[in-house]
């Protein structure tokens, strides 16, 4: 949950430093634990000196689509945010496996539905990877 820095040696044998940052923890699956979500990814990516305007709004719709269609009864989700290189990855990790996140033009009418058409317009890019059964994560990357 903290700053860690690597030196990687290059090509040349000069030595190239570079930061790997990370923050991880796991919420209820649950509105308040989408709210705490956001909250907290804001003021983590705060204390990094990164922009967070998009990146929250991203954790904010990840972690919503989280609880309203990854919950299972007793069984938590988990944030991760890092930073590699010139890279912000986000991360929501849910344990329902079975349902995959696909964008889709919901009716004008219809109050949700358009989380993930702000994912897609809000990130450079984001994608859904199968974990070990019954997790799947949802990820999104910034490029900084």
Same mark, same amino acid.
């Given at each position: ?6 030196? &990687?040696?290059?090509? &040349? %044998? ?6 790997? $940052?990370?923050? #991880?923890?796991?919420?209820? /699956?649950?509105?308040? @634990? ?8 804001? +003021?983590?990516?705060? #204390? ?14 990840? &972690?919503?689509?989280? !609880?309203? =269609? %990854?919950?299972?009864? @007793? ?9 590699? @290189?010139?890279?912000?990855?986000? +991360? !929501? *990790?849910?344990? $329902?496996?079975?349902? =995959? /996140?696909? /964008? $889709?033009?919901? &009716?004008?009418? *219809?109050? #949700? ?5 702000? !994912?897609?317009?809000?990130?450079? $890019?984001? %994608? ?17």
């Amino acid at each position: 949950m903290g700053d860690v820095k690597q030196n &990687s040696p290059t090509e &040349s %044998g000069a030595e190239l430093a570079f930061q790997v $940052r990370n923050f #991880s923890l796991r919420l209820s /699956p649950t509105a308040r @634990g989408a709210r705490l979500a956001r909250l907290l990814a804001a +003021e983590q990516l705060r #204390s990094w000196g990164l922009p967070s305007d998009r990146a929250t709004q991203v954790v904010a719709e990840l &972690s919503a689509n989280a !609880v309203t =269609h %990854g919950r299972v009864p @007793g069984r938590d989700f988990r944030l991760l945010l890092y930073v590699v @290189g010139g890279t912000l990855r986000i +991360e !929501v *990790t849910d344990t $329902r496996d079975d349902l =995959h /996140p696909a /964008p $889709r033009l919901p &009716s004008p009418d *219809t109050e #949700s539905g358009r989380g993930l058409l702000l !994912v897609d317009a809000l990130a450079d $890019r984001w %994608g859904v990877t199968p974990g070990p059964p019954p997790r799947k994560t949802v990820w999104a990357e910034f490029d900084l």
